[in-house]
Every structure is written in C-alpha cells, then in structure tokens.
C-alpha cells in the first residue's frame, strides 16, 4: 500500500513537472524579451519617432507597445526563416545549439513539442483506438485515419481500417498499418487527449466514463 501511495505521488509530481515547465517556460521568454524591448528597443523607437518630427513628448510611454513589437518580432522571425538565406541561418544556428548539452536538451524538447502541436492534423485522425502491435499481447494507442483502399484492400480478403501508430513523445512519426475491424479497440477519448496522452509517455491520462467502457466492451466481444 506504501508502495502504490509512494507511485502516486511520483506520477502526479512528474504531472505536475510536464505541465509547469513548458508555461514556466514560456513566460520566462516572454517577460525576458518584454524586459529587453522595454529598455532598450521601446526608447529607441519613442526617440526615432521624436527625431523624424512626430509631436510626442519624449517620457511618452504607449502601453502594450513591448508586446506589440514582440508580435512584429515573431512575425518577422518567421518571415526571414521561410527564406533561402534565412533558413540556412537556422540549420546553423540548430548546429551550434546541438554542440551545447544542457541547452541542446531544452531546444530540442521545445521544438518538438511545438512542432508537433503545430503540425498535428486531429482532423485527419477520426478516432482513437486499441491495437495488438507490434505484436500479439502488446497493445499500442493509434488513431484511425480512414478505411483501406486501392491495392492493399485489393490484396486481402477481409475489410481492413488504415490505423496510424504514433511513437512517442512525438507522434509526427510512426507506423501505418492495416487491421480489421474486430482487430480494433475503440476508446472513448477524444483525439487531442489521445495526442497528450502519448506527448506525455502515458503519464497524463484522461479522464473516461465508465458506462462508455462498459458499452465498448460489450461491442467488442459480441
């Protein structure tokens, strides 16, 4: 009983952990560059306007201009990387970032983590589901996509459901397979829980309505 108890604790602290430090995170660079533009960016431009003729006093102070640049900052940032030159400054910035340990770690975990969300097409997943892989007896989450067509479904005899398998913590990769419909598992969580329930290691597990379960089983064993 400690034992469970000492687990408990553990899991709901490593919980704790997986969502304060990406928000702990987040606001530590924000309030870094707001602290940045607000002294030295923000009087720049209070004193670019002043010089060029603009009728303002010189201790005028715009609310919200620190984030309104950093908007522009961000837009222009994404502007510059979309081109040639900016996208190879990127790889080497990635390159001397990958050479730094602590660093590296907290780059790339970032990265992933947004990438993945930005690029998660929950649109093109339809449900979340159960499945025996790799192999008889261990179970995988996947997401089902569609039903089988073209030559696959040609090939075989029995009706086959496309299920996409993600690897975890980041579900943009994985494995496409072909199952029959009495082969899945159907779960009552939505796609997004799916996705955090992976992005997170199983760790963050949603929450379910047991009737739900109770009716899923019993479609599945009839």
């Known amino acids: ?88 400054l990127v790889q080497l910035g990635e390159m001397i970032v990958d050479r730094i340990p602590i660093v590296r770690s907290i780059y790339t975990g970032a990265k992933q983590v947004v990438t993945t969300i930005a690029h998660a097409d929950t649109k093109a997943f339809r449900k979340v589901v159960l499945v025996e892989f790799p192999r008889k007896g261990i179970y995988s989450v996947g997401f089902i996509t569609g039903t089988t067509e073209g030559e696959v479904q040609e090939l075989t005899d029995e009706k086959l459901i496309n299920v996409f398998v993600p690897t975890t913590p980041n579900p943009t990769s994985g494995f496409l397979v072909f199952l029959p419909g009495e082969d899945i598992i159907e779960l009552t969580m939505t796609v997004e829980e799916g996705l955090k329930f992976i992005i997170s290691v199983g760790i963050v597990t949603p929450k379910y309505r047991q009737e739900k379960i109770v009716a899923l089983k019993k479609d599945f064993q009839a």
């Open 1 to 88: 009983m400690l034992s469970n108890l000492k687990r408990r604790l553990r899991n709901t602290f490593i919980t704790g952990i997986l969502i304060t430090i990406p928000v702990a995170f987040t606001l530590f660079i924000l309030n870094f560059l707001l602290k940045i533009l607000d002294n030295l960016v923000v009087p720049w431009f209070i004193k670019t306007l002043i010089d060029i003729g603009t009728p303002i006093p010189e201790d005028f102070h715009l609310p919200g201009l620190g984030l309104i640049l950093i908007i522009l900052l961000i837009f222009v940032v994404g502007v510059l990387t979309k081109s040639f030159l900016g996208g190879k």
